[in-house]
């Protein structure tokens, strides 16, 4: 993907604003992606398929720490996958406990608890904790 330049001489968008004025007018992303990955020491993978990115990491642990240590404002970040079409769920042992974006719903419980534009699934954490390992 690429984005027309908006600032001057060529720049890159300088702000999320900016970078979604960019993306306004252009097609929804496809994505395709296998990918094994580290995150912050916790091994995880990236499944792309269609309008859908996963990420599925190894325990409940792995994600709060992924959460405390986002890159990210989850605002922001919901902006982007809405203004692209995409959506990303979050995922502990194949078990979805998260979904942020443009299929996502975001639920009472996340604003109550302060996360912003996020769907939770409740049962997912406790699922994860007891799913049997393969």
Same mark, same amino acid.
């Given at each position: 993907?690429?984005?027309?330049?908006?600032?001057?001489?060529?720049?890159? %968008? @300088?702000? $999320? @604003?900016? $970078? *979604? /004025?960019?993306?306004?007018?252009?097609?929804?992303?496809?994505?395709?992606?296998? $990918?094994?990955?580290? *995150? /912050?020491?916790? %091994?995880?993978?990236?499944?792309?398929? /269609?309008? *859908?990115?996963?990420? /599925? *990491?190894?325990?409940?642990? @792995? @994600?709060v720490s992924l959460w405390r240590n986002r890159p990210i404002d989850v605002m922001d970040a919901a902006a982007l996958l809405s203004s692209v079409g995409l959506t990303a769920e979050l995922r502990v042992r194949g078990v979805p406990v998260a979904r942020l974006g443009d299929d996502a719903v975001p639920s009472g419980l996340a604003r109550r608890l302060g996360l912003g534009p996020v769907e939770l699934v409740p049962e997912g954490p406790l699922l994860a904790l007891t799913r049997r390992r393969e």
């Open positions: 993907m690429t984005a027309t330049p908006t600032g001057q001489h060529g720049d890159p %968008p @300088a702000t $999320l @604003a900016e $970078l *979604l /004025d960019d993306l306004e007018d252009r097609p929804e992303l496809s994505v395709e992606a296998d $990918l094994d990955v580290e *995150l /912050d020491g916790h %091994p995880a993978s990236v499944v792309g398929y /269609d309008d *859908l990115v996963a990420l /599925d *990491l190894p325990s409940v642990p @792995a @994600a």
